[in-house]
Nanobody, 121 residues
Framework: QVQLVESGGGLVQPGGSLRLSCAAS????????MGWYRQAPGKERELVAD???????NYADSVKGRFTISRDNAKNTVYLQMNSLKSEDTAVYYC???????????????WGQGTQVTVSS
């Protein structure tokens, strides 16, 4: 079983910054793609950014130039640095990781429990 534990959410003023972290632990061979999603009240969950094991990144248009995703493969941890935050960034942010249990196993997606990010003055 694999667990994803997120941290770093909270309340911040518009224009401020937050850094989210997500650490994967448990029985696994390798973490493949890792990413961040968010879900605002009344809206569907959407991809914010993801990153491959080799470091290739992908961002939603709404966060390009403001958010940066990174990862530490040795620690099985993914980060999301969020700058110039806007009220529309308010949402529950979820970490996701595609994890291979063994060297021959296909990946399986695991989700974190979510962390609230509120941008408000």
């Amino acid at each position: 079983q694999v667990q994803l534990v997120e941290s770093g959410g909270g309340l911040v003023q518009p224009g401020g910054s937050l850094r989210l972290s997500c650490a994967a632990s448990g029985s696994m061979f390798r973490t493949n793609v890792m990413g961040w999603y968010r879900q605002a009240p009344g809206k569907e969950r959407e991809l914010v950014a993801d990153i491959t094991r080799g470091g290739s990144t992908n961002y939603a248009d709404s966060v390009k130039g403001r958010f940066t995703i990174s990862r530490d493969n040795a620690k099985n941890t993914v980060y999301l640095q969020m700058n110039s935050l806007k009220s529309e960034d308010t949402a529950v942010y979820y970490c996701a990781a595609d994890v291979s249990a063994t060297i021959r196993s296909p990946g399986r997606t695991y989700w974190g429990q979510g962390t609230q990010v509120t941008v408000s003055s």
